[in-house]
């Protein structure tokens, strides 16, 4: 990398001039992967970032978001994990619910993950976790720029420039595309071809605060609760400290609107199901007995505004970098959130490139390859994961319902009685530490 200066026009610094050293990152998107980069870069090397975010001010969209012991050990590492306690819950059983109101089968299914890992699961608002993030991003000095939105991204021998709507423009030495699903980063520079799919299933979510729930319903609810019906899955978790909110949501397979798979397209889903969600679910709950039903109707009452979410994904495959520009988190392989490994991904995806580029000497285009190399089979092995335990949304008959409803009790109480829960069964992808990964 050659020492130069560049002209930088950005409202932070307007006429300074910035040095162009191998020490300079531009980020684009201050999501979970964003805010994770900046301050892992600064932890772990000299590279100094500026991050830059689409929206005017931090977002306050998204539901709660469940996070396992391979992300939660690395949000702790990059010291953000004490204030998640603070505002998320810890409860980690999962149990599975009939509508005929009996349990199906419980599993404490972080187990054997927390035993090795020290870590469990967490329900956490979205919003909390970029707030949290953000908090010290701040802290550390890192500049976020709000309301930027880039038009172009040109790469020079020894640098990328990017262009911001407002007339700006930055150049630095790394550019990370950390801008979600719909990434520009992606779609204008580093794959176009690359587009994002409809996975086939979608969501309704609400928070619902807990002191509008009777004490009784509100403690059966110690962690993950799903029931599933011949529509879809209906889940609630707590999502803050003594159960001071719960999430709830309803994912079920729908067709992509026959007015199209665009935004308008999806307009019409999403007024219909939201306009509807109560009678949809209390229909849906109707004949569901027990105190369990009880529970599901009341949480559903109680539910104010509803969120609708058509789920996309990317496809397996696609290139993650191009140049000086590397695709992180969700703009590289967002995949449906069935497996809630999201965040935790993008985490690891983060720990890794800090790792590559800890050694000034390694040149940019290794730093890529290999983080291709280590994260694509681990990428796709959780992405086919996500899509088959989406599989559980399908819709089926009521004859179809209950032979799941067999196998999962099976499944479950064979688990149980032999241990295997306890002995890691399905958890050896949560015990994964990518600072432990050879390079
Ligand atoms: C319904 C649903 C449920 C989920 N549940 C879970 C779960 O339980 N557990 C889990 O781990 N994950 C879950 N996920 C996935 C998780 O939300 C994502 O994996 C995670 O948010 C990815 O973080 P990110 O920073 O890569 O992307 P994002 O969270 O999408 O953040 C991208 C940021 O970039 C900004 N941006 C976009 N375009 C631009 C641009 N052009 N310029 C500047 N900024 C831009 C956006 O405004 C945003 O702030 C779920 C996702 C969905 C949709």
């Not at 950005?10 to 999501?31: F, M, N």
């Not at 990328?160 to 520009?184: K, M, Q």
Request: net charge negative.
């Amino acid at each position: 990398m050659t020492e130069q200066t560049r002209k930088v026009d950005s409202p932070l610094h307007p006429t300074q001039t910035s040095r162009l050293t191998p020490s300079q990152a531009i980020i684009i998107g201050a999501g979970p992967a964003g805010l994770a980069t900046a301050l892992r870069l600064q932890q772990k090397t000299n590279i100094q970032s500026t991050v830059y975010e689409l929206r005017p001010e931090p977002t306050t969209l998204g539901g709660a978001i469940g996070i396992q012991p391979n992300g939660l050990r690395l949000l702790d590492r990059l010291g953000v994990y004490d204030a998640m306690c603070g505002r998320g819950y810890g409860g980690a059983n999962l149990t599975l619910h009939s509508l005929q109101g009996h349990v199906i089968g419980t599993s404490d299914y972080v187990g054997w993950a927390r035993e090795k890992t020290g870590y469990g699961y967490m329900r956490i608002k979205r919003v909390d976790i970029v707030d949290i993030m953000k908090a010290k991003v701040d802290e550390a000095g890192i500049p976020i720029i709000y309301g930027k939105r880039i038009t172009e991204i040109q790469e020079e021998g020894d640098g990328v420039t990017v262009r911001f709507e407002d007339g700006t423009v930055n150049t630095a030495d790394i550019l990370f595309g950390c801008d979600g699903i719909h990434s520009f980063v992606r779609s204008h520079f580093v794959d176009p071809g690359y587009l994002p799919e409809y996975s086939g299933v979608s969501g309704l979510g609400a928070l619902v605060p807990g002191q509008v729930l009777s004490k009784g319903h509100l403690e059966m609810m110690t962690g993950l609760e799903g029931t599933l019906t011949e529509e879809g899955m209906l889940a609630v978790n707590p999502c803050a400290p003594n159960k001071e909110e719960v999430f709830m949501f309803f994912s079920k397979w729908l067709p992509i609107p026959e007015t199209g798979d665009s935004r308008d397209g999806w307009e019409v889903h999403r007024k219909e199901e939201v306009d509807g969600f109560k009678d949809q679910l209390m229909g849906i709950l109707k004949n569901a007995r027990g105190d369990w039903g009880d529970a599901l109707r009341e949480v559903v009452q109680s539910t104010s505004s509803v969120n609708f979410y058509p789920v996309y994904r990317l496809p397996l495959g696609g290139r993650w970098s191009r140049g000086r520009c590397v695709l992180v988190g969700d703009a590289a392989h967002a995949m449906s959130p069935h497996a809630g490994q999201g965040v935790s991904m993008a985490m690891e995806d983060v720990f890794l490139l800090a790792r590559l580029l800890e050694d000034p000497g390694r040149p940019i285009d290794e730093v890529f390859q290999k983080y291709y190399q280590i994260r694509r089979p681990r990428v796709d092995s959780i992405f086919t994961m996500a899509a088959q335990n989406a599989q559980m949304r399908k819709q089926r008959t009521s004859t179809g319902l209950w032979w799941q409803e067999l196998k999962l009790s099976m499944m479950l109480n064979v688990s149980w009685a032999f241990g295997l829960d306890k002995r890691g069964l399905n958890q050896g992808h949560l015990v994964y530490d990518i600072e432990e990964v050879e390079l």
